[in-house]
Nanobody
Framework: VQLQASGGGLVQAGGSLRLSCAFSGSTVDHYHIGWFRQVPGKEREGVAIINRRDGRTRYGDSAKGRFIISRDNAKNTVFLQMDHLKPEDTAVYYC????????????????????WGQGTQVTVSS
């Protein structure tokens, strides 16, 4: 399994970005897949995850109401639409995935994911 993240960049506060995670080596809807982010010196933070098969989603508190995760099975790609961005959203965003069953309450636990992409930098200026 390989994850290729893209779409990061520099944006002003209030703006939007759309991250993409191209998934290869298997079928995207067989995996829990989504996004974590990390700022140097801080722990990884769960942003949004889409559950395998049924497509249910779970968002971290900082993402609720502003970010939307979606999955295109035909393209084997997961997207993260980020709107109303804030300077505190500045981080490296990592695409992650896991095949085995995972309860919804554990979807935002970084330790549960065994596949990590290379990360894409998101910088939000004030």
């Amino acid at each position: 399994v390989q994850l290729q993240a893209s779409g990061g960049g520099l944006v002003q506060a209030g703006g939007s970005l759309r991250l993409s995670c191209a998934f290869s080596g298997s079928t995207v809807d067989h995996y829990h897949i989504g996004w974590f982010r990390q700022v140097p010196g801080k722990e990884r933070e769960g942003v949004a995850i889409i559950n395998r098969r049924d497509g249910r989603t779970r968002y971290g508190d900082s993402a609720k109401g502003r970010f939307i995760i979606s999955r295109d099975n035909a393209k084997n790609t997961v997207f993260l639409q980020m709107d109303h961005l804030k300077p505190e959203d500045t981080a490296v965003y990592y695409c992650v995935s896991r095949m085995n069953r995972l309860v919804m309450s554990a979807l935002l636990d970084a330790a549960q994911y065994n596949y990590w992409g290379q990360g894409t930098q998101v910088t939000v200026s004030s």
